[in-house]
């Protein structure tokens, strides 16, 4: 194979080119979602995976939690590649508050370039910046090395469980977490013990003053 035939690939920040023998330079702009961008987001879902949404269900967290969706925009508009995810925070202490990765998705032809990588760490840092969660979570077939790859080898993800039966095809999920640098309160409290129980320093001691010298009584 010649090198004008090989695909050369350059990044630079959220911006990400693409070129070959045959195809024109292309730009991919990493960016939030808007409201506009809910149908294309689910039409990227229909073409990539066999788990499909509503738009109802799009819009529902558009509007609930629209800084964690996150897209990937080719020069000519068309949404190449997306993040849905939401917060789950019903019935927890502050500790507990985490994210969920609800779909993640990239057009076939803009893979391999990092997209996911920059997608999903859009979504971490608007989840522990913005919403203050203590983690995030996701579920993975067990057959998807590829995504089992970028999860534990490249975002740090950690398997928590399996979930039997999770797909609609009966196959297997790992439940996987990725917890952010945050101290927590349960953390703190020790240290917060121990400063309590050391002993405080005694004061200085005060200088002891000289008594006062007796006068003689003359004869």
Not at 56 to 68: D, E, G, I, R
Not at 113 to 131: I, P, S, Y
Request: charged share 30%; glycine share 4%.
């Amino acid at each position: 194979m010649c090198i004008r035939d090989r695909y050369q690939r350059r990044v630079h920040g959220n911006r990400i080119f693409k070129s070959g023998k045959i195809d024109l330079l292309k730009m991919v702009f990493i960016r939030r979602a808007t409201i506009g961008d809910l149908n294309q987001m689910k039409h990227c879902n229909l073409w990539c995976l066999p788990e499909n949404y509503s738009y109802k269900y799009y819009l529902y967290h558009y509007l609930s939690w629209s800084p964690l969706l996150q897209v990937a925009e080719n020069q000519e508009g068309k949404i190449v590649g997306y993040v849905l995810a939401k917060m789950d925070d019903e019935n927890e202490t502050p500790d507990d508050i985490h994210g969920h990765i609800t779909s993640v998705s990239v057009l076939r032809s803009y893979r391999k370039l990092g997209l996911a990588l920059k997608l999903m760490n859009n979504t971490h840092r608007e989840m522990d910046q913005v919403f203050l969660s203590h983690y995030c979570s996701l579920h993975v077939r067990v057959s998807n090395r590829a995504a089992l790859s970028l999860y534990e080898g490249r975002l740090g993800y950690e398997r928590h469980e399996v979930e039997k039966a999770y797909y609609g095809d009966a196959e297997d999920a790992y439940s996987m977490r990725k917890f952010f640098k945050k101290k927590t309160k349960v953390e703190e409290a020790p240290k917060e013990e121990a400063k309590k129980q050391e002993p405080t320093p005694p004061a200085p001691a005060e200088p002891e003053k000289e008594a006062p010298k007796k006068k003689k009584k003359k004869k």
